[in-house]
C-alpha cells in the first residue's frame, strides 16, 4: 500500500496553509490561511478512516478556534496594520531551529524501520457506537475530567477577557471581549 | 395486496433505478465518475430551482400578508419572476471596492456557498436517496455550518466597510449563541435513536403503531425540540425576526452590503440554501424524514413526502417572517441564553426520561404509552411555565397610549 | 404566557393572508399602469407656463422678469429676456421670453418659482410619467414644451385656477375701469381743458395696492 | 514509502512550520498560532498511529486526539483571554514589546 494521490493533494494543502499561516503579513489573511490547515488536516483524518475525529476537528477548529482567533486580532488592532518586517536575525535563527528539528525528526522516521515495509492494514472498525462505548466505559474518567476542565477554562476566560470596572478611567466601549469565548 | 404495492414502489424508486440504469450502461472506465456526477448533479440542480421557486413564493406570501398583490407580471401569476431576477442579476455590473481585500472578497461567496452544497450530502431526500450514508451524518452537517461562519467573516472584513465588518460580527456572534440550543435540540433526538446516521435516524421514524409513524415530533420532548430546532434554524440562517445581521433599517445589508450582481445573487443562494439544509436536517430529524405520517398514505412516493414538508416549512419561514419583527441585539441574546439553552437541556432530560419509562404498564400497552406520554410533557412544560414565569416577571405588557400623536 | 403573542400575530397575518384573496376591500394597493387613483387636487410634480387663449406663442403670460429664475434654489431655470415687447392680457405692453427652459432632472418641486410669480405665469404640472431614454435633451424643457393652456389648469387644479381666473378678471376690469376712467378724464380734459387733473392721479396706485396683497394670499 | 511514513513527514513538516512560526512571528496571536499547529502535528501522529499501529480497535490513538482537540479548545480559549487582557494592559500584542511583568 503506497501513499495515493488523495493524501499527497490534502498533505500539500495542510502544508501550504500551514507555511502561509506563519509567514503572511496582515493577520487576519494568517488566520484564514491556519484555518485551511485546519481544515486540510480534518480532510486527513478523514482520508485515515478516523471519521469521528475529523469531523471533530473541523467543528472544533475551523468552526471555533479560526473564529476565536479572528476575534482576538479584531480585539488588538491587528487586522488593520501591516504587523512586522519579514526579515530578523532571529527570524532566521528560529527558522534554522525549525529545520534541525525538522531533519531530527525525518531521520528518526528513516531509521526507525517502520518507513518501509509495506503496510496491509485493514481500515479500522471506527464505527460511531465503537467510539462512544469506548468514551463511555474504558474512558470516562478522563472524559468527566476534560469537561470540567472545559468548564473551568471557560470561567477563566471570561474572568480574564471581562473588563475590569474598578478603574473609572477605564474606557468605556461597545466591544465585548468574552463574545466568542 | 402486492400489486398494489409493486407501482407505489416503483414510483418511489425511480429516481434510483434510473441512476443504476444509466450507470450500467455506461463504459467500464467512467462508471465510477458517472455515478458521482448523478448524484451530485441533482442536488445541485435541485436545490437552486426550490430556491427560484421559493422566491417567487415567499414574495408573494409577504405581499398576501401585508395585503399587497406581490409579483404578478412576469408570466402568468408571476411564476417567471426568478428568471428575470436571474438574468438582472447575471447582467449587473460587479463592483468590488478599491480598498477590499480582493481574493479573500472573491472566494467568500464560493466558500459560502460550497459549504451550503455540502450539507445536503447526508440528508436523506427519499428512501435509498442519500447522496453519502456517513456513519456520523448529523456531526458532518454541523461540521460543515459552522466553516459558513468564517465564510461570512472572509465577506464582511473583506469589504472594507464598518457596516459589513458589524453585520460580520453580530452574524458570527449570533451563529455561536444559536448553534447550541440547536445542536443540543437535536441531541434527544441522537440519544432516542442511538445512532449520528441520518439514514438511520429516519429508519427508526419510519415504523407504525396502529396507523400512526413514530416521528419524534408525535413525542412531548419531540415537539417540545422540534419547535427549540425550528427557532434555532430560524437563527441560524439569520431569517427574520432574527435577520439582525443584514437589518435593513440599521446596516443597510450587513456583511454582504458591498457585493453586487452575480456574487451578490450568490449569497442570496447561500442563505437559502442554509434554510433548505436546516429545514431539511429538522424534517429528518423530528419529522420522520421521507415517510409517511400514517401507514395509509405510505403509499405516496418518499421524495414526495420529503419535498413536501420541506414546502411546509418553508411556508413556516415566511409566515414568521411575514409576522415578526426584528429582535434587538441583547433580546437576541437573552432569548438564545436564557431561554433556548435551558429549554434544550430540558428536553434532554424530558427524552431521558422517555427512554427509561416502560412503554406498557401492567399488560396494557395503551396505558403505558398514554402514562409515559403524560409524564414527559410534564417533565417539559413544568419548567417551560417556570421559565415563562420567572422571564415575564416585572414585565407588564400594556396597551401603549400617544400623548400627542392622534 | 410565553409566545402566547406570536401566536396571536401569526393568527392575524394568517387572516390577512387569505382575506386578501377573499374582500378586495383589503388590498392596498393597485394595479398601476392599468388602475390608477385618482390624484389628490394638491398634487405638485414639475412646473409648466400657463398662456391665455389657443396660442402658446402669444398668450404665453410670462413677461421674462425673471424673478423666478433668481429665486430658483437649484437654478434649473434658464430665461432670455426678448428685444420687442407684446401686449399682455390687459393690454399693456411686455417683455415676453425669448428662451425659457427648465431642467427638471435638477428641479426639486419646491414650488417657489410658483410663489413668487407677480404675473400668475407658472404653475406646478400634476403629470408623473416623465421617463425618458435621452437624460440630458429629454430633460431639458423648452419653452413650448413647458407652455399649458388655462383650460388645462383649471382641469388639474380647479380650485386654484378658479380664484386665480377670478383675481385675473377682476385686474381686467379694473384696468379697463382705469382706461374707461382714464378715457373719461380725457374727456373731461379736453373738455374742461386743464381744470382737474388730480382725479385721475389719485386712482391709479390705489388699484395697484389692492390687488397686490390680494395675489399674494392665493398664491400661498 | 508507506503511508504511515507519509503521515510521519507530513506530520513533522508541520510541527517546524509551527515551530519556526512561533519562534519567529512577534504576533501573540501568531505565537499561539503557532503552537496550535503543533499540536495539531501531534494530532496527526495518534491519528496515523492508530490506523496503521497493531492494535486499532482499542481506539487508544483516536480517543487521545478527541481529548487533545478538547483540550485545544480550552487552550486557545485562555490563551487568547490572555493577550486580550495583555493587549488592554500594554497596548500591544507584540511579544518583542512586552517586557515587563509587574502587577
Redesign the interface.
Given at each position: 500500500m503506497r501513499m495515493t494521490l488523495p493524501f499527497l493533494i490534502l498533505a500539500i494543502l495542510t502544508l501550504a496553509g500551514g507555511v502561509a499561516a506563519m509567514t503572511l503579513r496582515r493577520l487576519v489573511h494568517c488566520a484564514l490561511a491556519l484555518s485551511v490547515a485546519f481544515a486540510g488536516l480534518a480532510a486527513l483524518y478523514l482520508n485515515l478512516d478516523a471519521e469521528f475525529a475529523g469531523l471533530a476537528q473541523l467543528l472544533v477548529y475551523v468552526g471555533a478556534i479560526a473564529i476565536l482567533i479572528v476575534f482576538a486580532i479584531l480585539l488588538t488592532r491587528g487586522g488593520d496594520s501591516d504587523a512586522e518586517k519579514s526579515f530578523s536575525p532571529a527570524g532566521i535563527g528560529g527558522a534554522v531551529i525549525a529545520l534541525a528539528v525538522f531533519a531530527v525528526l525525518a531521520w528518526a522516521t528513516e531509521t526507525s524501520g517502520i518507513a518501509h515495509p509495506a503496510l496491509v492494514t485493514p481500515p479500522p472498525e471506527s464505527a460511531m457506537r465503537e467510539i462512544g462505548l469506548a468514551l463511555m466505559q474504558r474512558y470516562v474518567l478522563p472524559l468527566e475530567v476534560i469537561a470540567l476542565m472545559l468548564t473551568a477554562a471557560m470561567i477563566g476566560a471570561v474572568i480574564l477577557a471581562v473588563r475590569e470596572r474598578r478603574n473609572p478611567a477605564g474606557t468605556e466601549s461597545a466591544e465585548r471581549p468574552g463574545l466568542g469565548a | 395486496m402486492s400489486v398494489a404495492v409493486a407501482p407505489a414502489f416503483a414510483a418511489d424508486q425511480i429516481f434510483v433505478a434510473l441512476k443504476y440504469w444509466l450507470v450500467l450502461h455506461t463504459p467500464g472506465p467512467f462508471q465510477t465518475l458517472v455515478s458521482i456526477l448523478l448524484t451530485i448533479i441533482p442536488i445541485i440542480v435541485v436545490f437552486p430551482a426550490l430556491f427560484a421557486v421559493t422566491t417567487v413564493l415567499e414574495r408573494k406570501?409577504l405581499g398576501?400578508?401585508?395585503?399587497?398583490?406581490g409579483p404578478n407580471r412576469v408570466g402568468p401569476w408571476g411564476v417567471f419572476q426568478p428568471l428575470a431576477d436571474a438574468v438582472k442579476s447575471l447582467t449587473k455590473e460587479d463592483i468590488v471596492p478599491r480598498s477590499a481585500d480582493h481574493v479573500v472578497h472573491y472566494l467568500a461567496p464560493l466558500v459560502l456557498v460550497a459549504t451550503a452544497f455540502l450539507a445536503f450530502a447526508v440528508l436523506p431526500i427519499g428512501r435509498n436517496m442519500t447522496a453519502v450514508n456517513l456513519d456520523a451524518g448529523v456531526l458532518f452537517f454541523f461540521a460543515i455550518g459552522a466553516a459558513t461562519e468564517l465564510a461570512v467573516f472572509m465577506a464582511g472584513w473583506s469589504s472594507r466597510n464598518k457596516y459589513s465588518l458589524l453585520g460580520a460580527m453580530r452574524a458570527i456572534a449570533q451563529m455561536i449563541s444559536y448553534e447550541i440550543p440547536l445542536i443540543l435540540s437535536s441531541v434527544a433526538v441522537i440519544m432516542i435513536s442511538g445512532t449520528l446516521s441520518t439514514t438511520r435516524i429516519v429508519d427508526e421514524q419510519a415504523h407504525y403503531t396502529g396507523t400512526v409513524a413514530h416521528w419524534n415530533v408525535f413525542t412531548p420532548w419531540g415537539l417540545a425540540g422540534f419547535i427549540l430546532f425550528m427557532i434555532a434554524a430560524t437563527a441560524e440562517t439569520n431569517r427574520s425576526p432574527f435577520d439582525l445581521p443584514e437589518g435593513e433599517s440599521e446596516i443597510i445589508a450587513g456583511y454582504f452590503i458591498e457585493y453586487s450582481g452575480f456574487k451578490f445573487a450568490l449569497f442570496f443562494l447561500a442563505e437559502y440554501l442554509e434554510m433548505f439544509a436546516v429545514s431539511g436536517l429538522g424534517i429528518t430529524l423530528f419529522l420522520g424524514g421521507w415517510s409517511s405520517p400514517f401507514s395509509f398514505l405510505a403509499w405516496i412516493p418518499s421524495w414526495i413526502w420529503f419535498f413536501g414538508k420541506l414546502l411546509a416549512l418553508i411556508v413556516g419561514f415566511i409566515?414568521?417572517r411575514?409576522?415578526?419583527p426584528r429582535l434587538r441585539m441583547d433580546q437576541l441574546m437573552n432569548f438564545a441564553w436564557k431561554?433556548m439553552l435551558p429549554m434544550t437541556l430540558v428536553v434532554i432530560v424530558s427524552a431521558g426520561v422517555w427512554r427509561f419509562l416502560p412503554a406498557g404498564v401492567a399488560g396494557s400497552a395503551a396505558l403505558g404509552g398514554v402514562i409515559r406520554w403524560l409524564v414527559c410533557a410534564l417533565v417539559v412544560a413544568g419548567p417551560?411555565?417556570a421559565?415563562?414565569r420567572v422571564?415575564?416577571r416585572g414585565r407588564k405588557?400594556e396597551k401603549r397610549t400617544y400623548r400627542y400623536a392622534e | 404566557?410565553?409566545?402566547e403573542?406570536?401566536i396571536q400575530?401569526?393568527m392575524?397575518?394568517?387572516r390577512?393572508?387569505f382575506?386578501?384573496?377573499v374582500e378586495k376591500e383589503?388590498?392596498?394597493?393597485v394595479?398601476f399602469p392599468e388602475e390608477r387613483r385618482s390624484l389628490p387636487e394638491a398634487t405638485r410634480q414639475f412646473p409648466f407656463l400657463l398662456y391665455d387663449g389657443d396660442d402658446p406663442e402669444r398668450g404665453l403670460r410670462c413677461v421674462s422678469c425673471q424673478i423666478c429664475e433668481k429665486e430658483c434654489p437649484p437654478r434649473c431655470i434658464h430665461i432670455e429676456k426678448s428685444k420687442d415687447r407684446k401686449p399682455d392680457f390687459v393690454g399693456k405692453q411686455q417683455f415676453y421670453p425669448a428662451v425659457f427652459n427648465i431642467d427638471v432632472s435638477v428641479c426639486m418641486s419646491c414650488q417657489i418659482c410658483v410663489e413668487v410669480c407677480p404675473f400668475d405665469a407658472i404653475r406646478m404640472d400634476t403629470e408623473f410619467e416623465l421617463s425618458t431614454s435621452d437624460r440630458f435633451g429629454g430633460l431639458l424643457w423648452t419653452k413650448r414644451e413647458l407652455a399649458r393652456s388655462n383650460e388645462y389648469y383649471r382641469q388639474i387644479h380647479p380650485t386654484e385656477a378658479g380664484e386665480c381666473d377670478e383675481r385675473r378678471a377682476k385686474e381686467l376690469a379694473d384696468a379697463q375701469a382705469k382706461a374707461a376712467a382714464a378715457a373719461a378724464a380725457a374727456a373731461a380734459k379736453a373738455a374742461q381743458a386743464a381744470a382737474a387733473p388730480a382725479a385721475a392721479s389719485n386712482g391709479a396706485p390705489g388699484s395697484g395696492a389692492k390687488s397686490e396683497p390680494a395675489k399674494k394670499v392665493v398664491t400661498q | 514509502m508507506n503511508p504511515l511514513a507519509g503521515c510521519l513527514l507530513v506530520s513533522s513538516l508541520l510541527f517546524s512550520v509551527g515551530l519556526a512560526g512561533a519562534l519567529t512571528r512577534r504576533s501573540a496571536i501568531l505565537v499561539l498560532a503557532g503552537i496550535e499547529l503543533m499540536l495539531n502535528a501531534a494530532n496527526l501522529n495518534f491519528i496515523a498511529f492508530w490506523r496503521f499501529g497493531p492494535h486499532p480497535e482499542f481506539l487508544t490513538g483516536f480517543v487521545f486526539v478527541i481529548f487533545s482537540i478538547a483540550v485545544a479548545a480550552a487552550e486557545a480559549a485562555v490563551g487568547l483571554a490572555l493577550i486580550v487582557a495583555i493587549y488592554r494592559h500594554a497596548q500591544t500584542s507584540d511579544v518583542s514589546e512586552i517586557t515587563e511583568m509587574k502587577g
Open positions: - | 406570501g398576501r400578508i401585508q395585503n399587497r398583490y409566515w414568521v411575514g409576522t415578526l431561554f417551560y411555565i421559565l415563562a422571564l415575564e405588557i | 404566557m410565553l409566545g403573542g406570536i400575530g401569526l392575524e397575518t394568517a390577512n393572508f382575506g386578501s384573496y383589503r388590498l392596498v394597493t394595479q | -
